[in-house]
């Protein structure tokens, strides 16, 4: 089975680090947009680390990007009304006034935000785009930092979990 040789192989690799690197390196994987959590929890079972320490690696590289975009959110939002402002009196602004977008469809984050408030987005959003995405959008609206982290910290738990316990499941799958 090809997908049983790739394990094998990858397992061989990391069998070589020491441990410490092997957790580090799943932290990093955590932060990966797309992958995240969910599918760094599971790699790191699949490839043999205990499900308790791969769920956490995950867990934790996802909400250490998660944190990062939620701080630098504000700031970006900031600097993106100073701009549009400075852009509007040099007379500029035409290009980023709200009817030059009128007709574009509204982004998936934005009409979970409008339908749900900043608590949906933080919830639901992260099933649907990377939650780095989702910290960004809810650090631009008025909503605490530390709410805003801790939403999204809901949904990268629930899901670093599961994704721990599948990759589990698939190892016992795997050695049968």
């Avoid at 801790?150 to 190892?171: D, Q, S, T, W």
Wanted: include cysteine.
């Amino acid at each position: 089975m090809v997908l049983n040789g790739f394990i094998s192989d990858i397992h061989h690799w990391m069998g070589g680090l020491s441990p410490v690197l092997q957790w580090l390196m799943l932290i990093v994987l955590g932060a990966v947009p797309f992958v995240e959590a969910f599918l760094s929890a599971m790699v790191g079972t699949l490839l043999g680390i205990p499900a308790p320490l791969s769920i956490a690696a995950g867990i934790a590289g996802n909400l250490l990007a998660v944190s990062l975009c939620t701080v630098f959110g504000k700031t970006v939002r900031g600097w993106w009304q100073r701009r549009r402002a400075r852009l509007a009196e040099e007379g500029r602004g035409h290009r980023f006034s709200p009817s030059a977008v009128e007709g574009r469809e509204e982004t998936k984050l934005a009409r979970v935000l409008r339908r749900y408030g900043v608590p949906g987005l933080c919830l639901l959003g992260p099933l649907t785009v990377p939650s780095q995405a989702v910290a960004l959008v809810a650090a631009g609206t008025s909503a605490p930092r530390s709410r805003v982290l801790l939403l999204i910290a809901v949904p990268a738990v629930v899901l670093g979990v599961v994704g721990g316990v599948l990759g589990a499941l698939g190892v016992n799958l795997l050695t049968r």
